[in-house]
């Protein structure tokens, strides 16, 4: 989706070209690339401009933010790429909408729900919810077989049976801004997970985490892996269940993190039928997104969501009044 933007240059701004006045507000390489290659991607004062430019105080900065062509989702095979470039087909799912403005939207995601589509999965994913919502909201257009086209910008993923809060960014310029924020460790995110036995009261687990070799799914603690930190805080423990309730805040953001680190430390999520396969005390990993802290792509502003415990995570313990609302 196109995005535009104006900004007036003020006295401290004076001088700058346009191209580190850009930057100062996040622009990559890779953006201002783009608008140069955008028809009036850039303007000053109403006529088109070059990077290297100098602003004065009062000069008026005019952006437009266009998204190229959709791109596969990383990981998807050949075989459905045709499909993914087919858009994507609005359906009405059972997502809530969290937070909306013109470049972000938040979701509260259900379990069972892939982010992407993939292989089974055309239909009934976060970027078909999203589709659903943008045309209701007049964003996008139905081709002729009913499917819509834009570029679906998901920064935090999710596992398909981890539910909570995922954050899609609504156009390409706070795409890159978050993805650069995510890669920074400036988007902050919490879980709630229930984990097997009684854990220490805190902890801190710091173990690098590799791909299993032959598995194209399955990840493990390996002195070969990438570096992973998961910090944790026990809030309750069930003791007839033996199982534990964890606030976990996560330092870095490797594939199934949280799961493969209490797996190692001893305590493996109820329900992960990858990684603790034996466990019958719930129908998934018991896994939920409920807090991110970021600041805007665009305006810097301080943004907090939180999303409830679900109830298949809530109803397995009998929690203090308001600890989870």
């Not at 470039?85 to 969290?98: K, M, N, R, S």
Request: charged content about 25%.
């Amino acid at each position: 989706m196109n995005r535009q933007l104006q900004y007036m240059i003020d006295e401290s701004e004076d001088s700058l070209t346009i191209e580190a006045f850009l930057r100062s507000r996040g622009y990559s390489h890779k953006i201002l690339a783009h608008l140069k290659r955008t028809p009036e991607g850039i303007r000053r004062n109403g006529e088109w401009a070059r990077v290297t430019e100098k602003l004065s105080q009062g000069d008026i900065v005019d952006i437009t933010v266009t998204d190229p062509a959709q791109q596969s989702p990383p990981g998807m095979r050949s075989g459905d790429s045709a499909f993914f470039h087919a858009g994507f087909l609005p359906v009405e799912l059972p997502v809530g909408i969290v937070y909306e403005d013109e470049d972000i939207l938040v979701i509260s995601k259900p379990p069972g729900m892939s982010v992407h589509p993939s292989a089974g999965h055309y239909d009934n994913t976060a970027a078909n919810a999203a589709a659903w919502h943008f045309f209701k909201e007049g964003l996008c257009e139905k081709d002729s077989v009913g499917r819509c086209h834009f570029t679906f910008h998901c920064i935090n993923r999710l596992d398909r049976d981890t539910s909570g809060l995922l954050i899609i960014a609504k156009n390409l310029l706070a795409s890159a801004i978050l993805s650069a924020a995510m890669k920074e460790r400036q988007i902050h995110r919490t879980y709630m997970a229930v984990a097997e036995g009684k854990t220490d009261h805190e902890g801190i687990i710091c173990a690098p985490i590799a791909r299993v070799p032959g598995s194209a799914l399955m990840r493990e603690v390996s002195d070969q892996g990438e570096y992973a930190l998961t910090r944790y805080k026990r809030l309750e423990y069930n003791e007839t269940e033996n199982i534990s309730l964890l606030e976990i805040r996560l330092d870095t953001g490797r594939t199934h993190q949280i799961r493969v680190h209490m797996l190692y430390a001893g305590h493996p999520l109820i329900g992960d039928f990858l990684y603790n396969p034996g466990s019958r005390q719930m129908q998934r990993q018991a896994l939920h997104s409920c807090s991110l802290e970021f600041r805007h792509p665009i305006t810097g502003a301080d943004m907090h969501f939180h999303d409830p415990l679900p109830s298949d995570m809530k109803n397995l313990f009998h929690l203090r009044s308001g600890l989870l609302s």
